[in-house]
Nanobody, 115 residues
Framework: QVQLVESGGGLVQAGGTLRLSCVVSGRIFRPDAMAWYRQAPGKQRDLVAGISSAGSTNYADSVKGRFTISTDNASNTMYLQMNSLKPEDTAAYYC?????????WGQGTQVTVSS
């Protein structure tokens, strides 16, 4: 059973930086796809950034040039580097991985950006 644990969220001022981490356990760290989503109160959960097994990445337009998704196979960890944070980035952030047709999710970590 795949387990994901996020960390790194917190309160930061606009323009600040955070790095989210997602440690994956329970299976060999070779997912078919990995991604970060976020969900603000009262809104749907949206894709922030994704990375394929081949290393190709994609980003939501709202975070392009500010956020970077990456992985570290040695530590079974996926990262989301978030720079130039804006108040509209405030949300719960979730990591997810896909093995075959099955997606597994973490519990989420809160990011709050003050103006």
């Amino acid at each position: 059973q795949v387990q994901l644990v996020e960390s790194g969220g917190g309160l930061v001022q606009a323009g600040g930086t955070l790095r989210l981490s997602c440690v994956v356990s329970g299976r060999i760290f070779r997912p078919d796809a990995m991604a970060w989503y976020r969900q603000a109160p009262g809104k749907q959960r949206d894709l922030v950034a994704g990375i394929s097994s081949a290393g190709s990445t994609n980003y939501a337009d709202s975070v392009k040039g500010r956020f970077t998704i990456s992985t570290d196979n040695a530590s079974n960890t996926m990262y989301l580097q978030m720079n130039s944070l804006k108040p509209e980035d405030t949300a719960a952030y979730y990591c997810t991985v896909r093995y075959g047709s099955t997606w597994s999710w973490g519990q989420g970590t809160q990011v709050t950006v003050s103006s």
